[in-house]
Nanobody
Framework: QVHLVESGGGLVQAGGSLRLSCAAS????????AAWFRQAPGKEREFVSF????????YYADSVKGRFTISRDNAKNTLYLQMNSLKPEDTAVYYC????????????????WGQGTQVTVSS
């Protein structure tokens, strides 16, 4: 069992930046591919970004490409999401998740989820 805890959310003005962190309880987290998803009010949870277990492969949703950067520090069992040039439409609860296999952008591929952290971008 891997417990994931997100932090770093908050209120920021459009154009600003935030860095989210996701701390894992187990060192086995380093074996997992990991991702960030987000869910805005009234909408389904959507894929944001993925990173493989070594950190050598990353994918991004088109809506965040060029603005967000995913990274991980396996020595610290921590996943990150650097979010720059934030827009009001980025407002959502952001979740980190971990998986051993399956389609990287599919929610059903992920076994472990954090509780989420709120990001609010004001215009």
């Amino acid at each position: 069992q891997v417990h994931l805890v997100e932090s770093g959310g908050g209120l920021v003005q459009a154009g600003g930046s935030l860095r989210l962190s996701c701390a894992a309880s187990e060192r086995t987290f380093s074996w997992f591919g990991a991702a960030w998803f987000r869910q805005a009010p009234g909408k389904e949870r959507e894929f944001v970004s993925f990173i493989n277990w070594t950190g050598t492969t990353t994918y991004y949703a088109d809506s965040v490409k060029g603005r967000f950067t995913i990274s991980r520090d396996n020595a610290k069992n921590t996943l990150y999401l650097q979010m720059n040039s934030l827009k009001p439409e980025d407002t959502a609860v952001y979740y980190c998740a971990a998986r051993l296999g399956g389609t990287y952008s599919s929610r059903s591929s992920y076994t472990y989820w954090g509780q989420g952290t709120q990001v609010t971008v004001s215009s």
